[in-house]
């Protein structure tokens, strides 16, 4: 592992500059110059001022419905004192409850002008890690299908504790062990019962986004945190554009917060290996199990399918065009090995975790073959094209 001593990484910061961007609320935020920035919450207090660009850029959220990216440049220093200030949910509720009513961080920046999602991201110079110590437990009962109201094979499930939530003081000692600089602290839920904790590492490069979660993968290996990956939130690390609630509680004296003293962490990008599958979860396993024995049987759910009388060619389906015609948000259009890529929000972005509505779904369309569509969520990670079709045209 390389790493840098952070005098020399990033520019240190002063604290004696007039406010260069302030957010009301109200109005898009103004920069007074592209390439120094600082951010103020409506109704609290300046989050941090830094008067040189630093090589550190970030983004800020006034709530979890926020959109907007609040561009952020900076040291290390600078960002520390930041996340050492105790915040409050925004007056009102505007992100719903008082916990996503919190200013958020999210490690990545964002295009000029963009809203917050992973086509706008031009690089991750954070590692966030959420140690939410969950897992989901399916309840029993199903979430309706949009087409006949009859229950689908999407399980409503419950987020519990795990046997053996990850402790502060595990990913304190194996930060401190492979060297590197850090700031963590006890999130809004944690309780003693369950222990929720967050960690923030900076990065000694950007990492582009298309790079961004076989590095995140290879961060944990780096680090020594592969062990405790049981408490990890995964997905929540994979999404470069995923915000991350400032230090905050309903009960501000129960934060707890930790450091690590040491250097940014550098990434090798030219050695990423490839990204494992994630796990299933037994129930979307059965699913699977199930669908491969009626393919074995010879039932194919395609044959089903018919336009005027003749079979559907579903190698030349459009899904970007199928989602849009639903009022589902689908995102640019970028080159993906010999065909297209595209993210899209997901059509039942309502059953993920606070129903929030991203670009979670991947489109891919190669000439030639059936076009993919894929839900990052993990409570999605067994739907496919069949699912899909389904719930935009119903079954047969």
């Not at 959109?67 to 996340?83: C, I, Q, V």
């Not at 579903?314 to 970007?320: I, N, S, V």
């Not at 991947?362 to 899909?388: A, E, M, N, Y």
């Given at each position: 592992?390389?790493?840098?001593?952070?005098?020399?990484?990033?520019?240190?910061?002063?604290?004696?500059?007039?406010?260069?961007?302030?957010?009301?609320?109200?109005?898009?935020?103004?920069?007074?110059?592209?390439?120094?920035?600082?951010?103020?919450?409506?109704?609290?207090?300046?989050?941090?001022?830094?008067?040189?660009?630093?090589?550190?850029?970030?983004?800020?959220?006034?709530?979890?419905?926020?959109?907007?990216?609040?561009?952020?440049?900076?040291?290390?220093?600078a960002l520390k004192t930041g996340l050492g200030?105790?915040?409050?949910?925004?007056?009102?509720?505007?992100?719903?409850?008082?916990?996503?009513?919190?200013?958020?961080?999210?490690?990545?920046?964002?295009?000029?002008?963009?809203?917050?999602?992973?086509?706008?991201?031009?690089?991750?110079?954070?590692?966030?890690?959420?140690?939410?110590?969950?897992?989901?437990?399916?309840?029993?009962?199903?979430?309706?299908?949009?087409?006949?109201?009859?229950?689908?094979?999407?399980?409503?499930?419950?987020?519990?504790?795990?046997?053996?939530?990850?402790?502060?003081?595990?990913?304190?000692?194996?930060?401190?062990?492979?060297?590197?600089?850090?700031?963590?602290?006890?999130?809004?839920?944690?309780?003693?019962?369950?222990?929720?904790?967050?960690?923030?590492?900076?990065?000694?490069?950007?990492?582009?986004?298309?790079?961004?979660?076989?590095?995140?993968?290879?961060?944990?290996?780096?680090?020594?945190?592969?062990?405790?990956?049981?408490?990890?939130?995964?997905?929540?690390?994979?999404?470069?554009?995923?915000?991350?609630?400032?230090?905050?509680?309903?009960?501000?004296?129960?934060?707890?917060?930790?450091?690590?003293?040491?250097?940014?962490?550098?990434?090798?990008?030219?050695?990423?290996?490839?990204?494992?599958?994630?796990?299933?979860?037994?129930?979307?396993?059965?699913?699977?199990?199930?669908?491969?024995?009626?393919?074995?049987?010879g039932e194919h759910w395609f044959q089903s399918?018919?336009?005027?009388?003749?079979?559907?060619?579903?190698?030349?389906?459009?899904?970007?065009?199928?989602?849009?015609?639903?009022?589902?948000?689908?995102?640019?259009?970028?080159?993906?090995?010999?065909?297209?890529?595209?993210?899209?929000?997901?059509?039942?972005?309502g059953e993920h975790t606070k129903g929030l509505?991203?670009?979670?779904?991947?489109?891919?369309?190669?000439?030639?073959?059936?076009?993919?569509?894929?839900?990052?969520?993990?409570?999605?990670?067994?739907?496919?094209?069949?699912?899909?079709?389904?719930?935009?045209?119903?079954?047969?």
């Amino acid at each position: 592992m390389t790493v840098f001593p952070l005098s020399s990484h990033v520019a240190e910061g002063r604290n004696d500059d007039p406010m260069l961007l302030e957010h009301t609320g109200q109005d898009e935020p103004k920069p007074a110059n592209p390439r120094q920035y600082s951010t103020r919450f409506q109704n609290q207090p300046e989050f941090c001022r830094e008067s040189t660009p630093g090589r550190l850029q970030c983004s800020f959220f006034a709530h979890a419905r926020d959109n907007r990216p609040r561009p952020w440049a900076g040291s290390w220093e600078a960002l520390k004192t930041g996340l050492g200030r105790v915040f409050n949910p925004q007056a009102g509720n505007p992100g719903g409850t008082p916990k996503q009513s919190m200013p958020a961080i999210c490690a990545a920046s964002f295009a000029q002008g963009s809203t917050r999602g992973r086509d706008a991201v031009q690089g991750v110079s954070l590692l966030i890690l959420d140690f939410d110590n969950a897992r989901e437990e399916a309840t029993g009962t199903f979430y309706p299908s949009p087409s006949t109201g009859e229950p689908s094979n999407r399980p409503r499930t419950v987020k519990v504790c795990i046997d053996a939530p990850v402790t502060p003081g595990e990913v304190h000692a194996v930060l401190s062990l492979a060297g590197v600089a850090s700031v963590g602290w006890t999130t809004w839920s944690c309780t003693p019962e369950h222990p929720k904790h967050r960690w923030i590492v900076p990065l000694a490069q950007p990492v582009p986004v298309d790079l961004w979660e076989r590095a995140a993968t290879m961060a944990l290996s780096i680090l020594g945190l592969d062990p405790l990956r049981r408490g990890l939130d995964v997905p929540v690390l994979h999404n470069a554009a995923a915000l991350a609630f400032l230090p905050g509680s309903p009960d501000p004296d129960s934060i707890q917060r930790f450091e690590t003293l040491g250097a940014a962490l550098d990434i090798p990008l030219d050695e990423l290996p490839p990204l494992p599958a994630p796990p299933l979860a037994p129930w979307q396993a059965e699913v699977i199990a199930e669908r491969q024995a009626e393919r074995a049987k010879g039932e194919h759910w395609f044959q089903s399918y018919r336009v005027g009388g003749r079979p559907v060619e579903f190698q030349t389906l459009d899904l970007a065009s199928i989602l849009e015609a639903h009022g589902v948000m689908v995102g640019p259009v970028r080159p993906f090995k010999s065909g297209t890529k595209r993210r899209a929000h997901c059509p039942w972005a309502g059953e993920h975790t606070k129903g929030l509505d991203d670009d979670s779904v991947v489109l891919i369309q190669t000439p030639g073959t059936w076009p993919s569509f894929k839900c990052s969520h993990s409570g999605h990670r067994h739907l496919g094209l069949r699912d899909l079709i389904e719930w935009a045209w119903g079954t047969p």
